[in-house]
């Protein structure tokens, strides 16, 4: 399981901090993530084992800084694992009704939260152990990589992102992994990110991501995760951080 991480502003409350720990064991696979320096933004990320055979993971950015959004976080933390264990325990589900049910949940659940808008894109996925699927849905998010023999496919948006409307829904799609291939999130804060270079500056980009992810050595996914921040850090250098910069990758074994 994970923890929530408690951390003092100089002024205020306890700021209550999302922190995954401890990733659920996977057969034939691995799921990891880390973040890059200080959370300043809305990112939270979160894996748990649903089911003997599912795990869903969850990459999700609520708009607004961390001071004004840490009521957010772990009440969505909370609800993605109650209603994820939920919805998915059962071995004859349907998971693509399962997963439209979810975020319909936390679409709800944000917007009962707070009476400001907090919009929250996300990438919510349930892999599959024996069968070696991922149901996902991607609701505003930056889009998720994949990367198999064929190269690099974008997992495109299927929805609106979570908390603007109380009835919107997002599709769910089911794809397969291959023995080999692994999936990259990322985060809104990592693709925009600014380096400032030959006196001007320029924004990573998806592009960039992209290149970095068909040359990384897919040793483990903390090492491709690890590999992405890297040339991150080194790229904004000179530009100090306004968001939150997370990768989130899912590897199968070849």
């Known amino acids: 399981m994970h923890s929530l991480f408690h951390s003092r502003d100089r002024e205020g409350p306890p700021a209550v901090e999302v922190v995954p720990t401890v990733f659920p064991t996977i057969s034939g696979a691995q799921v ?14 979160d894996a748990i084992r649903v089911s003997p055979e599912r795990v869903l993971i ?29 919805l998915f325990s059962a071995s004859d589900i349907n998971e693509s009704e399962a997963m439209i049910e979810l975020n319909f949940r936390l679409n709800r659940h944000l917007i009962e939260l707070s009476t400001e808008v907090h919009s929250c894109p996300a990438f919510i996925a349930c892999y599959h152990e024996t069968f070696g699927t991922l149901c996902y849905t991607n609701a505003g998010h930056i889009p998720g990589l994949l990367r198999d023999s ?19 829904t997002s599709d769910a799609r089911i794809i397969g992994i ?14 925009s990110c600014e380096g400032r270079h030959n006196g001007s500056t320029h924004e990573f980009g998806l592009e960039q991501v992209k290149e970095l992810f ?8 903390q090492t491709l995760c690890s590999s992405i921040l890297s040339s991150i850090a080194e790229f ?3 530009v100090p ?4 910069r ?5 590897l199968r074994a070849s």
């Open 246 to 250: 997370t990768a989130l990758a899912l």
């Open 178 to 191: 291959e023995k080999g291939a692994a999936l990259l999130l990322v985060s809104r804060g990592l693709v």
């Open 236 to 238: 904004s250098r000179n």
């Open 58 to 86: 969850g990459l999700l950015d609520v708009a607004g800084r961390r001071e004004n959004n840490r009521h957010i976080l772990p009440a969505a933390q909370d609800l993605f694992r109650k209603a994820g264990t939920e």
């Open 214 to 221: 068909q040359n990384a050595a897919l040793a483990s996914a």
């Open 32 to 45: 990891a993530a880390e973040f890059l320096g200080q959370r300043v933004a809305g990112d939270f990320y």
């Open 241 to 244: 951080a306004c968001d939150d």
């Open 150 to 168: 064929k190269g690099i496919a974008e997992l495109d948006s299927t929805g609106l992102p979570l908390g603007l409307f109380s009835h919107a």
